[in-house]
């Protein structure tokens, strides 16, 4: 079956403990982006990656990082997150200009 | 810089009504025009999209999107509202390498028996 899957669904962790939050795509996408959601805000990118080894900034990447090694993999990484990056996270995946399949969405909580 | 304005935050239906959402965007050249639905607790799945050609265009669960270059405007549209159709619909632009889009705040549809 054709999917984005994210890993892990919900995550609780403390301020300034590193966290990976993995993305996996087996329809040999392209671009792959990243979107935090919040209430009333809609959906924000925080980054996205047309190929591998080419990444670039959304409109939110402060706290963030992103890798693009491998075709099929994304993983978002917050080096030191802070309580204002809890939030619901969607990981994307798309072919050129077809839209996005988006993944089911990891919750994330940081006290 | 991109952008997309939902107006409505919240619309509420009767079942077998129509259904228009609205949608306006800025973008300075040919846009490339998402909507999207996502249920409650679910991720975002693609309803239609606009390149260019002809600016009606079908998508899945009945629903379509009319362009409108003078007005900078994509509407969403279905004749006939489900029960099932109730969740929230998002409209996005996007660039000419497809990987920054820019989404709206979203609409919540309700749908009433």
């Known amino acids: 079956e054709a999917q984005v899957t994210q890993n892990p669904r919900y995550l609780i962790t403390v301020t300034g403990k590193k966290l990976t939050v993995t993305c996996s795509q087996n329809?040999?996408?392209?671009?792959m982006s990243w979107y935090r959601q919040d209430p009333g805000l809609g959906l924000r990118q925080i980054y996205y990656?047309?190929?591998?080894?080419?990444?670039d900034k959304g409109d939110v990447p402060e706290g963030y990082k992103v890798s693009r090694k491998e075709k099929r993999n994304f993983p978002l990484i917050l080096e030191s997150p802070s309580p204002n990056q809890t939030s619901l996270y969607f990981c994307?995946?798309?072919?050129?200009?077809?839209?996005?399949?988006f993944g089911s969405g990891t919750r994330l909580t940081v006290v | 810089a991109q952008s997309v304005t939902q107006p409505d935050i919240h619309i509420t239906v009767s079942e077998g009504a129509s259904l228009e959402l609205r949608c306006n965007y800025s973008?300075?050249?040919?846009?490339?025009l998402f909507w999207y639905v996502q249920s409650p607790g679910q991720g975002l799945q693609l309803l239609l999209k606009?390149?260019?050609?002809?600016?009606l265009v079908q998508g899945i669960k009945g629903f379509e999107a009319e362009f409108k270059r003078s007005q900078s405007s994509f509407n969403l549209r279905k004749p006939s509202v489900h029960w099932s159709d109730a969740a929230e619909y998002f409209c996005?632009?996007?660039?000419?390498?497809?990987?920054?889009?820019?989404f709206g705040d979203g609409t919540t549809l309700t749908v009433k028996p």
């Open positions: 994307a995946s798309s072919h050129d200009t077809y839209g996005y399949t």
């Open positions: 329809m040999n996408h392209e671009y």
């Open positions: 990656s047309m190929n591998v080894e080419v990444t």
């Open positions: 973008y300075g050249a040919t846009p490339y």
């Open positions: 606009y390149f260019s050609g002809d600016t």
């Open positions: 996005a632009v996007g660039d000419t390498n497809a990987g920054k889009s820019t």
